[in-house]
């Protein structure tokens, strides 16, 4: 059974960073594609970054120059180093890896932005 464990959350003021971590494990298949989405109170899921089937790499307009996405598939993590944040980062953010046209997500992990 594929399991997703993220960690890496927390409170940070604004202009700080955050390093979020998302590790797999209980597949023998690779993933296709993985990234990060996150969803602010009251609003709706929206993707931050991704790396794509196509092995292209894609960022929210939103997160562009600050939010870098990495993978080390020996380990079969995915991470989000998020780079001066904003009070507007605040949210839950949830990895997914597409395994055999499957997505899991991982339980979330709260980032807060504080002014």
């Known amino acids: 059974q594929v399991q997703l464990v993220e960690s890496g959350g927390g409170l940070v003021q604004a202009g700080g960073s955050l390093r979020l971590s998302c590790a797999a494990s209980?597949?023998?298949?690779?993933?296709?594609?993985m990234g990060w989405h996150r969803q602010a109170p009251g609003k709706r899921r929206e993707s931050v970054a991704s790396?794509?089937?196509?092995?292209?790499?894609n960022y929210a307009d939103s997160v562009k120059g600050r939010f870098t996405i990495s993978r080390d598939d020996a380990e079969n993590t995915v991470y989000l180093q998020l780079n001066s944040l904003i009070p507007e980062d605040t949210a839950v953010y949830y990895c997914?890896?597409?395994?055999?046209?499957?997505?899991?997500w991982g339980q979330g992990t709260q980032v807060t932005v504080s002014s």
């Open positions: 790396f794509t089937s196509r092995g292209t790499i």
């Open positions: 209980g597949s023998s298949y690779r993933a296709t594609a």
């Open positions: 997914y890896f597409d395994i055999r046209d499957r997505y899991y």
